[in-house]
């Protein structure tokens, strides 16, 4: 009964779907189940007997007493990078020490969250243009019925000096426009921008520079 329980454990072992793989207290293989040589790429005759060092850091911590390290990295046969989540027992046997070590292969995971950043980013990204390009829309309603205005007085005013200020009001809309626009432009480029330089300005400056623009 003892021998068909452990042949029955071991038939399971040997099939998992996550790599399993037994370490000696030297950190060399003595076992590996099916899905660690098709993850690792290696043959058994290639992985026995190799330090572990060969598919993990050397500064990688053992995962002993079940703790799950989800940030571990394994490197293959021809040389890929797979990132995997592993935990491990340590037991002794007969005065020597032995780690099981159970090791999970997370690429589609990392795959899948990569790919959930990028929608959530880019519907933040559409979110902020939507609200910038709706905010100066909004902006540019002023100047326009300003200019407008400003048009018309033109057209119907005959005194020189109000001419001029009518003038000097509407090219003052004209500008404001002008910059609207230009800040409308500067939006669209920005949403195309994936690295953006930064360098420090003086904002007491910036403000008083809109004030001015708003007079």
């Known amino acids: ?21 037994w370490l000696d207290d030297d950190g060399k293989f003595v076992y590996a189940n099916q899905a660690a040589y098709r993850m690792l790429g290696y043959t058994q005759d290639e992985l026995i007997g190799q330090h572990v060092s060969l598919i993990a850091p050397p500064d990688a911590p053992p995962p002993l007493d079940n ?20 935990s491990g027992s340590y037991v002794q046997l007969e005065g020597k020490g032995y780690a099981c070590v159970f090791a ?15 929608l959530r980013l880019e519907g933040e990204r559409a979110n902020l243009l939507h609200r910038a390009v709706g905010s100066i829309s ?12 400003n048009t018309y007085l033109l057209e119907q005013i005959q005194d020189e000096e109000q001419q ?8 003052k809309n ?7 626009v230009e800040d409308m432009i ?14 420090p300005f003086d904002l007491n400056t910036l403000v008083e520079r809109c004030v001015r623009d708003r007079e």
């Open 67 to 86: 703790n799950i390290q989800p940030d571990a990295t394994y490197r293959t046969h021809d040389g890929q990078l797979v990132p995997v989540e592993i």
């Open 104 to 118: 999970r292969d997370i690429t589609a995971r990392r795959q899948a969250e990569t790919r959930a950043m990028a």
């Open 186 to 199: 500067n939006t669209v480029r920005l949403d195309n921008i994936s690295q953006m330089n930064t360098a």
């Open 138 to 149: 909004h902006d540019l309603k002023t100047p326009i019925a300003s200019a407008k205005l």
């Open 1 to 21: 009964a003892n021998d068909a329980r452990l042949l029955l454990t071991q038939f399971a072992v040997d099939r998992a779907s996550d790599a399993i793989y």
């Open 164 to 171: 001029q200020r009518n003038l000097s009001l509407l090219n």
């Open 174 to 180: 004209l500008d404001r426009l002008n910059m609207l």
